[in-house]
């Protein structure tokens, strides 16, 4: 978030909680990339990452496996859900150990086709080094038996609504396969690969047998939502700025985000790059 922003909402903070524009309680899914010191786009750093924990242990947040927990009612104390995409080691080194002394759930969204060999996602391959490695087949099987819960970003990652459909089902399904075959246990939860999804994706995935997906929208999740279409935060480094979101401060900006990603998908159609890398 830029300091902009983030000055705007410092600004706007007391009234926006005063008016109370956010419904109470509900469920937060919040998302990360890589776990590591490196400073970059995908990065949160490792103190930082134990600074969010702590302020939502302190907090009173409820943090819940999204696989099996459903939407918190209304009234109930507020939940979050923690998840990671595209599966950089630096999540099974960095951040499981900090989740598994706590005692608290998370979801690691994997790859299948770039758990073999020495893969890097193209957005990585200019600047490979350890932030790039990414997790392999063993590892994410000893994650699973470690009980973290191991979820689908896709085949191969490619920006779903660019797609047909014949080969967007290949994509949400075939990877579920991939991974149950690998893990000997099922898999029911998807995140879409760059936030990209629409209604016909959503079918998709619900056709292939999932329970829940994960976008990159902006949001609380409330009983009336959509178990496919999870409003999920990609949350930054900055401790302050990761307050801001979890307070919901950020969550007018979700008109921009749909607007954003309408304008992906159209430039997807024409063929043109989606311009959304790793997430």
Same mark, same amino acid.
């Given at each position: 978030?830029?300091?902009?922003?983030?000055?705007?909402?410092?600004?706007?903070?007391?009234?926006?909680?005063?008016?109370?524009?956010?419904?109470?309680?509900?469920?937060?899914?919040?998302?990360?990339?890589?776990?590591?010191?490196?400073?970059?786009?995908?990065?949160?750093?490792?103190?930082?990452?134990?600074?969010?924990?702590?302020?939502?242990?302190?907090?009173?947040?409820?943090?819940?496996?999204?696989?099996?927990?459903?939407?918190?009612?209304?009234?109930?104390?507020?939940?979050?859900?923690?998840?990671?995409?595209?599966?950089?080691?630096?999540?099974?080194?960095?951040?499981?150990?900090?989740?598994?002394?706590?005692?608290?759930?998370?979801?690691?969204?994997?790859?299948? /086709? $770039?758990? !073999?060999?020495? #893969?890097? =996602?193209?957005?990585?391959?200019? %600047? *490979?080094?350890?932030?790039?490695?990414?997790?392999?087949?063993?590892?994410?099987?000893?994650?699973?038996?470690?009980?973290?819960?191991?979820?689908?970003?896709?085949?191969?990652?490619?920006?779903?609504?660019?797609?047909?459909?014949?080969?967007?089902?290949?994509?949400?399904?075939?990877?579920?396969?991939?991974?149950?075959?690998?893990?000997?246990?099922?898999?029911?939860?998807?995140?879409?690969?760059?936030?990209?999804?629409?209604?016909?994706?959503?079918?998709?995935?619900?056709?292939?047998?999932?329970?829940?997906?994960?976008?990159?929208?902006?949001?609380?999740?409330?009983?009336?939502?959509?178990?496919?279409?999870?409003?999920?935060?990609?949350?930054?480094?900055?401790?302050?700025?990761?307050?801001?979101?979890?307070? /919901? $401060?950020? !969550?007018?900006? #979700?008109? =921009?985000?749909?607007?954003?990603? %309408? *304008?992906?998908?159209?430039?997807?159609?024409?063929?043109?790059?989606?311009?959304?890398?790793?997430?």
């Amino acid at each position: 978030m830029t300091r902009r922003i983030g000055a705007l909402v410092e600004r706007a903070a007391g009234p926006l909680e005063g008016r109370g524009l956010a419904r109470p309680g509900g469920l937060t899914v919040i998302g990360y990339h890589r776990i590591d010191d490196t400073g970059g786009h995908l990065s949160v750093g490792v103190e930082h990452f134990k600074s969010h924990l702590d302020w939502i242990d302190e907090s009173g947040f409820d943090v819940v496996d999204l696989t099996t927990a459903g939407f918190v009612q209304e009234g109930a104390r507020p939940s979050v859900a923690i998840t990671f995409d595209d599966g950089y080691l630096s999540v099974a080194e960095s951040a499981w150990p900090e989740l598994k002394a706590r005692g608290w759930p998370a979801v690691l969204y994997v790859v299948p /086709g $770039y758990l !073999d060999g020495d #893969r890097a =996602f193209p957005w990585d391959t200019s %600047t *490979r080094g350890s932030h790039a490695e990414l997790v392999d087949r063993s590892r994410v099987r000893e994650l699973a038996r470690d009980g973290m819960t191991i979820g689908s970003h896709s085949l191969t990652h490619r920006y779903l609504p660019g797609l047909s459909t014949a080969v967007a089902r290949a994509e949400i399904l075939d990877s579920r396969r991939a991974l149950e075959d690998l893990l000997g246990q099922e898999v029911v939860t998807f995140s879409y690969p760059m936030g990209g999804w629409n209604a016909s994706l959503r079918d998709l995935v619900a056709e292939a047998g999932y329970a829940t997906a994960v976008t990159v929208t902006r949001g609380r999740n409330h009983p009336d939502g959509d178990p496919l279409a999870l409003r999920r935060p990609v949350v930054e480094s900055d401790p302050a700025d990761f307050v801001r979101t979890m307070k /919901g $401060y950020y !969550d007018w900006l #979700r008109p =921009f985000d749909r607007w954003r990603e %309408t *304008r992906r998908q159209a430039r997807s159609h024409e063929g043109l790059p989606a311009n959304h890398a790793g997430l």
